[in-house]
Nanobody, 118 residues
Framework: QVQLVESGGGLVQPGGSVTLSCAVSGFGVSASEMHWVRQAAGKGLQWVSTTTPHGIAAFSTSYSEFVKGRFSMSRNIGKNMLYLQMNNLQPEDTALYYC????????RGQGTQVTVSS
């Protein structure tokens, strides 16, 4: 059974940083393409980033134009976890963040809220 559990969100000041985690069970992240998506209040799901495996220990990562240069996605194969390091956060980054097995966010966890406000 696939289970995705996000954590690490909270209230952050503009310009601040936070790292989100996603605990994955039911399959291994080492061979799976994984994604982060987000949803701001009253809006639809927005793709944030994707990590694509190329063998056991190699992978590539892509980011949406809204977060490129500020966010960094990574994975820990041994712990079967994903991470999203978010730097220089802005109020427009306020959203519920999900890890997902697909870019559309169809299969995702319960999400973790990130609020960027002074």
């Amino acid at each position: 059974q696939v289970q995705l559990v996000e954590s690490g969100g909270g209230l952050v000041q503009p310009g601040g940083s936070v790292t989100l985690s996603c605990a994955v069970s039911g399959f291994g992240v080492s061979a799976s393409e994984m994604h982060w998506v987000r949803q701001a209040a009253g809006k639809g799901l927005q793709w944030v980033s994707t990590t694509t495996p190329h063998g056991i220990a190699a992978f590539s990562t892509s980011y949406s134009e809204f977060v490129k240069g500020r966010f960094s996605m990574s994975r820990n194969i041994g712990k079967n976890m994903l991470y999203l390091q978010m730097n220089n956060l802005q109020p427009e980054d306020t959203a519920l963040y999900y890890c997902s097995t697909d870019r559309a966010g169809t299969t995702r966890g319960q999400g973790t809220q990130v609020t960027v406000s002074s």
